[in-house]
């Protein structure tokens, strides 16, 4: 899984690197940003729109794909009860410990998405920009995975198999295109709310998929993707 991960993440660079490209020498392939120029003309930036939104359904169908545990502990098919109960004192300490790390995520993006909201309605930066930084976001997500994630320092995770947040990726992600007013940001990131509401509705009702206390599939000792740099314990 880390060799599948470490493969992504070099692609997401070269599609960052491409958009790049097109941003400062083909600017006019960005056009499709704008209204309803989505259904006007083909962009290669339809091929990407294409992939995020294949990117995001994943999240929603519980079927086994070649992606991490962290993302699919959602789905009952990945929940191996413990004999811990799924109400139990401790689970419930730990949810409370991390819905306040949550928390702090979610007020620090909100601020640093203000501030992108703010230099797009004073015309410092314009839709092309905003598309440019959900790129960047784009890279960014598989590098927290791949190499260090800062969010950790808050949320105070063991790894990502058992992050709280893991499925906010695509939220974090396309959050600049909510100030943009075309088809192509708004679909993308009415999507990721989407994904976002079900990852958050599932916290709810089933806590004990997300604890490793409730869930043994979340356990070092059962862990399959190896996405961290720990050896595997001992059964």
């Known amino acids: 899984m880390r060799r599948i991960y470490k493969f992504r993440l070099i692609t997401r660079c070269l599609i960052f690197i491409a958009c790049g490209v097109m941003y400062l020498g083909r600017p006019e392939a960005l056009d499709i940003l704008e209204a309803d120029h989505f259904f006007k003309s083909f962009s290669p930036l339809h091929l990407l729109w294409a992939l995020w939104m294949a990117d995001m359904a994943g999240q929603l169908i519980p079927v086994k794909q070649p992606v991490a545990l962290g993302s699919q502990k959602l789905f009952e098919f990945c929940f191996a009860k413990t004999e811990e109960t ?14 306040r790390g ?4 979610l007020v620090i993006w909100s601020v640093l998405t203000a501030v992108l909201g ?15 930084i959900s790129v960047f976001f784009y890279v960014c997500d598989l590098i927290c995975v791949v190499i ?8 105070k995770t063991r790894c990502c198999t058992t992050c709280r947040i893991f499925n906010w990726d695509h939220l974090m992600m396309f959050s600049p295109m909510a100030f943009v007013r075309g088809f192509y940001a708004r679909s993308l990131f009415v ?12 916290v709810f009702f089933h806590p004990e998929r997300f604890w490793e206390g409730t869930n043994a599939s979340l356990k070092c000792k059962n862990c399959g993707d190896r996405l961290c740099w720990r050896p595997r314990p001992g059964r």
């Open 148 to 155: 260090w994630c800062p969010f950790r320092l808050l949320m």
């Open 191 to 202: 999507m990721s709310v989407l994904v976002w509401t079900v990852w958050e509705a599932s």
């Open 86 to 99: 799924g109400h139990s004192h401790r689970l419930k300490e730990y949810m409370a410990g991390a819905a």
């Open 118 to 132: 703010f230099l797009y309605f004073s015309d410092r930066i314009g839709d092309k920009e905003l598309f440019m």
């Open 102 to 105: 949550a928390g702090k995520v």
